[in-house]
T-cell receptor, first 114, second 116 residues
């Protein structure tokens, strides 16, 4: 069975601090895909990134970066120089090849205080 | 206009009532999904459909049914609503096309459902 664990239920930091959201996953599939979604206070779910299991390159997109490590089954998300607009619930999710059934973590509520 | 539209956005109803949540999409995706979100539990898959004639149960399908009336429409029904079905419901779509497997799912804005 597949499982995603986001151990940090809530994080609160002051604006401009860097913050890392942890994601640990379990799967028996050799090919799988990991995702991060953002849910701002308005409620919609916004896709942020997809990562394939065979591509362990880290990715940076502006202030966002993702660190994928198969050895520790982790796919962590770092926001550099956080801003108030980054306040949201962030979900990590996992799917195996072909199934497209996303398994979500419990989510981490991130609050950026001015 | 939103690519994935859910109606209604909010609904309050009583125990025992039949409720239908609608989802329509203009993205041209073949795959559609229904999830529910509960505090502290993330999103859980209720049903999914890979094509008009394809319906599959997800993690928590009991008490729900779905209908894929057309490629662009996927509705979720609660035949006899109960209070523990109070949740935020999301519809999502994805594309099985030629851009590689496991394309990201794109979500509607959600339907907040309260069963009294």
């Amino acid at each position: 069975a597949q499982k995603v664990t986001q151990a940090q239920t809530e994080i609160s930091v002051v604006e401009k601090e860097d913050v890392t959201l942890d994601c640990v996953y379990e799967t028996r599939d050799t090919t799988y895909y990991l995702f991060w979604y953002k849910q701002p206070p308005s409620g919609e779910l916004v896709f942020l990134i997809r990562r394939n299991s065979f591509d362990e390159q880290n990715e940076i997109s502006g202030r966002y970066s993702w660190n994928f490590q198969k050895s520790t089954s982790s796919f962590n998300f770092t926001i550099t120089a956080s801003q108030v607009v980054d306040s949201a619930v962030y979900f990590c999710a996992l799917t195996g090849r072909g199934a497209q059934k996303l398994v979500f973590g419990q989510g981490t509520r991130l609050t950026i205080n001015p | 206009d939103a690519d994935v539209t859910q109606t209604p956005r909010n609904r309050i109803t009583k125990t025992g009532k039949r409720i239908m949540l609608e989802c329509s999409q203009t993205k041209g995706h073949d795959r559609m999904y229904w999830y529910r979100q509960d505090p502290g539990l993330g999103l859980r898959l209720i049903y999914y459909s890979f094509d008009v004639k394809d319906i599959n149960k997800g993690e928590i399908s009991d008490g729900y049914s779905v209908s894929r009336q057309a490629q662009a429409k996927f509705s979720l029904s609660l035949e006899s609503a109960i209070p523990n079905q109070t949740a935020l419901y999301f519809c999502a779509t994805s594309d099985s096309g030629d851009r590689g497997p496991n394309q990201p799912q794109h979500f509607g804005d959600g339907t907040r459902l309260s069963i009294l």
